[in-house]
């Protein structure tokens, strides 16, 4: 059996194979009616040597849209469905979609390798009759980037591993899974499918086998974190659960960096939390962080007018200037900036003479070493350079929408100067923190001296849940070599119950150039 689905459903797709049990998804009303719809209407979509079947999928997504259509009367489609009511329209197609032995996931990136893993897709998916369920994106999944809420194990799975692109994930009713690049997929696969008569265990072992030989490939992955505020009653109650939670993932990531409001006061008590919390970092991670910092450590109460309420004492302490971190390891160049420089009550601005200062010393290491202009280059502030918009969804979990509020006494001033800067340093990445709401927003920057470029902006929440929020943390990871990174957004709701992965984005290069 096969199945073309747009990219964009690839979550909904794999979740209607995954076990009953599992959660859905966030999905908006208008995405999952527009699924439904072309689950009914485009039959074209599905292949099966069994005619029933393929009416079968039709009858069910068609009865489904009609009773979701009926539900949803006078809502709003661009809401977030609540997840009780995915799962009841989601219910009957499951039901149809979860009783296959063996499941593939056929992913390609450009038009070279589209020919062959659409072969590959054709023949499996009518080779296998009804014992497998062969998935592929129409067209498959371009050049752009992947956006996937809530994403489910196969997702994440083809995030983890942008290297093998094109390949094939393979993956069981048990979990067990196996994601190959399309050369070692198809002798994969006749292994998978000359055992689809036998037990379960059979086809568990093949794909054991397979990651068992395959060796790990190179990943450069950064912890980011942001915001927390050390000094209040709130981080003094959660500091010891992120500490711990951090620990169990420290073989996730390779080096940690913090993006600001580190404490909540410049006052020494408040500095001395957060020095204790750093030790703790350095003690089990190999490198030092990345460091930059926010209007709360040297703003009295995070705010000032003009030289009023600032306070630099602690900045000192920190032993920070704006600079160049260079990670061989990571094969990575790190800009950090001081994004509270200029600016009165909460807002940020920085100088002419702090951008030519990280360009200074920039050019003075590429002097160095030739081998940094490869290196990918990745801005490190407090302050967020793309005003959070209307139009943005909330990356976590839990928030119907995203709350924009007032920008006025919290925005970076002349942030497109800031933009067009990084644009010309080839800095399409850049961490930043200060609203307390994780987001991911990419923008075409058109500096005009030099060809436009897609940068993308990576915010993290509050690490600490300051203020009622969600404990939050960013993991961003790339292969160097395969042009491939993904950022990965997780939370706590507060309450220990554990971080889930609220978002998942996968990119072709964070420093491609815009034609």
Known sequence: MGWLFELRDANIAAYLTRPISDEPPRMRAGDLVRFLGALEHDTYSLISSKPFWVDRVSAVAGESSRSLDRRLRGESWQEFLSPPLIKEALADLRRVFKNFELYALVASRDHESYDRVNAFFR????????????LMPHGGMGQGSLEFFDPIPPVQQIASHPENLPGVLFWLKTGESAFAPVRDAEPLFRQLVEQLDSTPAKLEQIMSDYNRQTPDCRRSRILHLSDLHFGSRDALKKEPYLERCLLDRKNDFDRVVISGDLFDNPRSDDYAAFYRFLTSLRNWNAKDPVIVPGNHDQRAFGNNLGRIGEEYRQLANMKWGPGVVVDDDLLCTFLCFNSSEKGNWARGGMSDSQLREVATELQIQLGRREELNNYERIAVLHHHPFPYAPEELPVQRGRKRLFVGNERYIQMEDSDRFLSWCAARRTSLILHGHKHVARH???????GRVPPMEITAVGCGTSLG??????????VSWTPGAESWSASFFSDPGDGSGFHQDYLTLYRSSSREIA
């Open 123 to 134: 023949h499996a998916a009518y080779t296998t009759e009804h014992n497998a369920l062969i």
């Open 441 to 447: 927003r990419a923008e075409i920057v058109r500096p």
């Open 466 to 475: 300051i203020g009622g929020k969600p404990l939050s943390y960013n993991i």
